[in-house]
């Protein structure tokens, strides 16, 4: 095996991040969109509409709705559905809305909330979704005790994440990392970090905790495939959703360095050949109690 160079290979900047999500600027947005939404987050949304139940005049709000999707799915699925989308890049929501209006029987509004709770009315929807939540619990359970404050009696609360055993492949090149630089904190950050992202019977377990019941799971292990090694870093996967989200879940705002091995490394082992990213896709749902 190639040893991992010295010298760090040039990088592209990660785009700010703000609560562990990208934010998304025009250009971003557009690229999200066209690449990240097909190649990846199509692997959540599509089980959430598996997932979706049936319901007559459905009010449905998306938390961190981002550029839209799954939501035209959703309108097709529940006709005369009022979709109320909420998110913390302005351009995102631009993009959402310029979507919406090529849809005419799409009945749609987005609107920028920076944090949680919203300022959306109590009891009023019958769905609520939440798209590849973050691996932290704290984060989770806000969302989920928002989705609980949203969501009439019995109404339906869809949540998909990446659950444990996602991105392993860079949590050993942490600890890789680790033990090369005699770096315990990072050791101990990619451990706890495991530990905090649910299996998918802990994430049913989170549903229960704040008031849903009725809970249904589903995980479907997968994989995603990049080229080579290089392509990984600079793939608008990694850069607008995966490492974002890593960053924070590991506290590494402000330590490049632990980042900058890892891609490094990827790319030294997987020269000539493709890297493949685990992700066990996994998507959890329950009801509202009365």
Known sequence: ??????????????????????????????????????????????????????????QVVHLHCRTGYPDRGIAMRL???HLVGVDGSLAALELARTKAATMPEMISQYRFVPDFPTSLPSSAFSHALILHALGMPDDRSAQ?????????????????????????????????????????????????????RPTIDGLGAELEEVGFDFVELEERPTTVRFHRGRDFFEDPIARLVILPELRLELGLEGRPEPLSYVRDAIDTYWSDGSFELTVNVGCATGRKLP
């Open 1 to 58: 095996m190639s040893e991992v160079p010295d010298k760090p290979i040039a990088k592209t900047p990660l785009p700010t991040v703000v609560h562990g999500r990208a934010r998304l600027g025009p250009s971003e947005a557009a690229v999200y969109e066209t690449f990240v939404v097909p190649r990846y987050m199509a692997l959540f949304g599509d089980l959430a509409l598996e997932m979706l139940v049936d319901s007559d005049d459905a």
């Open 79 to 81: 006709r005369g559905a």
């Open 144 to 196: 989920l005790r928002e989705c609980a404050r949203l969501l009439a009696a019995h109404g339906q609360v869809i949540l998909t994440m990446p659950v444990r055993g996602s991105f392993q492949e860079i949590g050993d090149l942490l600890r890789e990392y680790a033990l090369k630089f005699d770096d315990t904190s990072i050791e101990q950050a990619v451990d706890q970090a495991e530990l905090d």
